[in-house]
């Protein structure tokens, strides 16, 4: 079936550092790709909706300067998290749009997530 | 706008238990609905599918039906395993052909032996 790569699986860093997740389906092209974010306890939030070759679409509420997605290829998103502050810590989780062999209906993959805690 | 509504948990359960965690959901039009599954430590899995009414998703021993006339997808499964222990969210995708995920809250399953 489809797989998602996330990388890294977690990471730790500094206070004011950028850090860069990365989204790959592995086996299938995505020409849309979304990021979610997961607070302790709690669901998963949109962030936001990355189409291949243009612009990312944020939700409300989202720091799109504080969170850059690009998608460059059908097969790979990234995330960064600019100037990361301790707030930022959480769970990130991206999903690519694939569609299903028998009811040609859209399904989500989802990627391991990636667990990022700012010090 | 679309949303969907779970049981709240934790649901505490002995193993070989029946397990029901309700799912219901308000939404336009005819959308898909999913069950999706959480380990520990680990990201979102897929668990389940159905993409109309009185279509019935199963894996792994776990069962939901779309019910539209009651809105709601509930996820059971006959005799749990502690390996079954772990977050389960409902989820739709709007009919729209916009294919974002509106997630509910999750239902954290423990499971004893």
């Known amino acids: 079936g489809a797989v998602v790569s996330q990388h890294p699986s977690w990471v730790i860093c500094k206070s004011g550092t950028s850090v860069k997740i990365e989204c790959r389906s592995l086996?299938?092209?995505?020409?849309?790709m979304f990021w979610y974010r997961q607070f302790p306890k709690q669901s998963l939030m949109l962030m936001a909706t990355s189409n291949e070759g243009s612009k990312a679409t944020y939700e409300q509420g989202v720091e799109k300067d504080k969170f850059l997605i690009n998608h460059a290829s059908l097969t790979l998103s990234t995330l960064t998290v600019t100037s990361a502050h301790p707030e930022d810590s959480s769970f990130y989780i991206c999903?690519?749009?694939?569609?299903?062999?028998?009811?040609?209906?859209?399904?989500?993959?989802f990627g391991a997530g990636s667990r990022l805690t700012v010090l | 706008g679309d949303s969907v509504t779970q049981m709240e948990g934790p649901v505490t359960l002995s193993e070989e238990a029946f397990l029901t965690i309700n799912c219901t959901y308000t939404?336009?039009?005819?959308?898909?609905l999913f069950w999706y599954v959480q380990y520990p430590g680990e990201g979102l899995q897929l668990l389940l599918k159905?993409?109309?009414?009185?279509d019935k998703g199963s894996n792994k021993g776990f069962e939901a039906t779309y019910r539209k006339e009651t809105t709601s997808f509930h996820l059971e499964k006959g005799s749990v395993q502690v390996s079954d222990s772990a977050v389960y969210f409902c989820?739709?995708?709007?009919?729209?052909?916009?294919?974002?995920?509106?997630f509910g809250k999750g239902t954290m399953l423990l499971v004893s032996p």
């Open positions: 989820a739709l995708s709007g009919s729209s052909g916009y294919s974002t995920l509106t």
């Open positions: 999903s690519a749009r694939d569609i299903d062999g028998l009811s040609g209906a859209n399904v989500l993959t």
């Open positions: 939404a336009t039009g005819y959308p898909s």
């Open positions: 086996d299938f092209q995505a020409t849309t």
């Open positions: 159905a993409t109309k009414a009185d």
